[in-house]
C-alpha cells in the first residue's frame, strides 16, 4: 500500500507564519505538523512507501525536513511545478498527478498535511478493508451547524454508506464533516482520472466525493472524541499548538 500527504497549498490564511515556510512543516509542540500525521502513518504494516505531495517553491523545504527525519518507511518528495497559489493544481490535481507521475497501481491512502488525528488509523483501516473494493472516508463530528457550514458535510445510513455530500452547506441537515481521509483501494485507482476527465473540479476533494457518492457506493469512518485538528488558519493553529503543548 501507498500512502500519499497533501501538501503542496500555499496557506495564505496564516501569512505571514506562511510566506516562506510551507503549513506540514509549522511547528506544533515543537514538532512539524507532518511529523504528527507520519506517527499514524508509519504503524500500518502494509504500507511499503509513503509519497509527500508539495510545490517547486517549498520543494527543498521537505527536501531538507526529510533529510533530518528518523522514519522507518521509504519517503520521496514529489513536486507538483507549480509556484504560486495562483498556478496551484489542487489537492485532487495533485492526486491524480502522483497516480500518474509514481504509476500507483497499489491501494493508496490518501491524508492531508495539514490535519491532525490523536487517535490512531487501526480501526478506520479495518473498516476501509471491510467496505471494497469501495472507497472509505473518515469523518469527524463537529456537533455545531454553524460549524458545519465551512466543511463538506456528510449524511450516512445504518451500514455507514454515504447517503448525501454538500461542500460547505449554508443550511447544513448533518454536523458529520469529511475529513481529508480517503483509502482507495487498487480497483479505483483510476476513479480521479475518470473525475478530472468529465470536468471535475481540481481543488476541493469535497466536490470529487459530492460526485462519487451519486454513481458508487461510498462509505465513512466516523472517529469518535475530540481527535482531529484541521489547521486552516490562525485559530486553529494556535489551538492545535496549545492542546499538544499540554499534553507533551
Same mark, same amino acid.
Request: net charge negative; charged share 30%; glycine share 8%.
Given at each position: 500500500?501507498?500512502?500519499?500527504?497533501?501538501?503542496?497549498?500555499?496557506?495564505?490564511?496564516?501569512?505571514?507564519?506562511?510566506?516562506?515556510?510551507?503549513?506540514?512543516?509549522?511547528?506544533?509542540?515543537?514538532?512539524?505538523?507532518?511529523?504528527?500525521?507520519?506517527?499514524?502513518?508509519?504503524?500500518?504494516?502494509?504500507?511499503?512507501?509513503?509519497?509527500?505531495?508539495?510545490?517547486?517553491?517549498?520543494?527543498?523545504?521537505?527536501?531538507? !525536513?526529510?533529510?533530518?527525519?528518523?522514519?522507518?518507511?521509504?519517503?520521496?518528495?514529489?513536486?507538483?511545478?507549480?509556484?504560486?497559489?495562483?498556478?496551484?493544481?489542487?489537492?485532487?490535481?495533485?492526486?491524480?498527478?502522483?497516480?500518474?507521475?509514481?504509476?500507483?497501481?497499489?491501494?493508496?491512502?490518501?491524508?492531508?498535511?495539514?490535519?491532525?488525528?490523536?487517535?490512531?488509523?487501526?480501526?478506520?483501516?479495518?473498516?476501509?478493508?471491510?467496505?471494497?473494493?469501495?472507497?472509505?472516508?473518515?469523518?469527524?463530528?463537529?456537533?455545531?451547524?454553524?460549524?458545519?457550514?465551512?466543511?463538506?458535510?456528510?449524511?450516512?445510513?445504518?451500514?455507514?454508506?454515504?447517503?448525501?455530500?454538500?461542500?460547505?452547506?449554508?443550511?447544513?441537515?448533518?454536523?458529520?464533516?469529511?475529513?481529508?481521509?480517503?483509502?482507495?483501494?487498487?480497483?479505483?485507482?483510476?476513479?480521479?482520472?475518470?473525475?478530472?476527465?468529465?470536468?471535475?473540479?481540481?481543488?476541493?476533494?469535497?466536490?470529487?466525493?459530492? !460526485?462519487?457518492?451519486?454513481?458508487?457506493?461510498?462509505?465513512?469512518?466516523?472517529?469518535?472524541?475530540?481527535? !482531529?485538528?484541521?489547521?486552516?488558519?490562525?485559530?486553529?493553529?494556535?489551538?492545535?499548538?496549545?492542546?499538544?503543548?499540554?499534553?507533551?
Amino acid at each position: 500500500m501507498k500512502v500519499l500527504l497533501l501538501a503542496a497549498g500555499y496557506a495564505t490564511r496564516l501569512y505571514p507564519l506562511t510566506k516562506n515556510k510551507p503549513k506540514p512543516l509549522l511547528p506544533v509542540a515543537g514538532r512539524p505538523v507532518l511529523e504528527f500525521i507520519l506517527d499514524l502513518v508509519e504503524p500500518i504494516k502494509a504500507v511499503d512507501e509513503i509519497f509527500v505531495v508539495t510545490n517547486k517553491k517549498f520543494h527543498a523545504d521537505f527536501e531538507d !525536513w526529510k533529510a533530518g527525519y528518523k522514519g522507518v518507511k521509504k519517503i520521496s518528495i514529489v513536486n507538483d511545478g507549480t509556484l504560486t497559489n495562483d498556478d496551484r493544481i489542487g489537492a485532487t490535481g495533485d492526486i491524480d498527478f502522483v497516480i500518474k507521475e509514481k504509476d500507483i497501481k497499489d491501494d493508496l491512502l490518501v491524508l492531508a498535511g495539514d490535519n491532525i488525528f490523536k487517535t490512531g488509523l487501526a480501526d478506520f483501516m479495518s473498516f476501509a478493508s471491510s467496505k471494497r473494493p469501495s472507497i472509505s472516508i473518515g469523518l469527524y463530528d463537529v456537533k455545531d451547524l454553524e460549524l458545519a457550514k465551512k466543511y463538506g458535510i456528510v449524511s450516512v445510513d445504518s451500514d455507514n454508506k454515504i447517503r448525501d455530500f454538500r461542500e460547505k452547506p449554508k443550511e447544513p441537515t448533518s454536523t458529520l464533516a469529511a475529513e481529508c481521509l480517503y483509502f482507495f483501494p487498487k480497483e479505483k485507482i483510476g476513479i480521479m482520472r475518470e473525475y478530472l476527465s468529465v470536468g471535475g473540479v481540481k481543488d476541493a476533494p469535497g466536490y470529487f466525493l459530492e !460526485w462519487l457518492y451519486k454513481r458508487e457506493a461510498v462509505f465513512g469512518y466516523v472517529f469518535e472524541g475530540d481527535n !482531529w485538528f484541521d489547521i486552516g488558519d490562525m485559530r486553529s493553529y494556535e489551538e492545535a499548538n496549545r492542546i499538544f503543548k499540554q499534553e507533551a
